[in-house]
């Protein structure tokens, strides 16, 4: 979900239900209402929210993108959200939550659903699970418990340079927001995994490119308009999540990089704001197969 503060500071947040239910009883994470132009989902009494909440109520204007990671697709939704005190049917749907989100609908359409990686629930693997930790280890959860930071330390380069996607919030200056999903792809039909983004200056410095798409600019068309932007990093398989804000600046032309993604379009440069860790326990386990 991308969000956005009074001042435009987006925020790209990951919305999970996960946590929040028992693993036997799969809840939703969001329902369309039945004239199909609102959708509500429920929030919950934990910081994953808080600044979610905090930016809702400066700024009503929220951006929405759902991925499928096993039978793959995209949807993006934009709209303007309401906080909604709970009811006994929203509580009957989504117990421990303390309210809900209503979403009226503006814009909803699909995506591209390029770069997207198949990924799997672990609980429909009948692979050993000592075997999948052993292919796929757990990131070491502390890395992510941090203090917030203008720089990327060591361990979490390593964690971003190694994912296949992210998620980034951006938002005009209007205040409407957009969330996109952006991923890696071979070099040159090699198979070899290019990186999602690099970092540079000593932490200080992500670098990531931007290829065609569905030709509507959100993103970029936003960064012009309003160059705050805010990127989480989210690793299913390995389980971690990172957000890192910043100032964008488009460039169509980067000697550092050209070289890592030749057949880039332009190359987006987030001079570091702030970096924050996120509770890993919303993320559902996945891997690929």
Known sequence: MATTDKNGNCDASFISTF????IDEIFPTCLILDNRKELIFPYFDDDTFVKNIKNIKENPHVGLIF???????RIRINGKAFLEELTDEVKAIWPRCVGYVRVLIEHAYGNCPARIPKLYPIELIENDLNEVNQLYPLWEHSIFQLRKSNKIELELVEFIESQSFFFIATANNDGHCDASFRGTQGDHGSGKKLPVAKV??????LIFPDYSGNALYNSLGNILLNPKISMVFVDFTRIGILKVTGQVFIEEENTDVKNI???????????????????TEIIPRMIPL
């Open 67 to 73: 991925i499928d990671f096993i039978r793959i697709g």
């Open 19 to 22: 946590t929040h239910q028992k």
């Open 200 to 205: 540079f200056n000593d932490g200080k410095t």
């Open 261 to 279: 993604w030749p057949e880039a379009q332009a190359f987006l440069r987030v001079e570091i704001e702030e970096i924050d860790g996120n509770c």
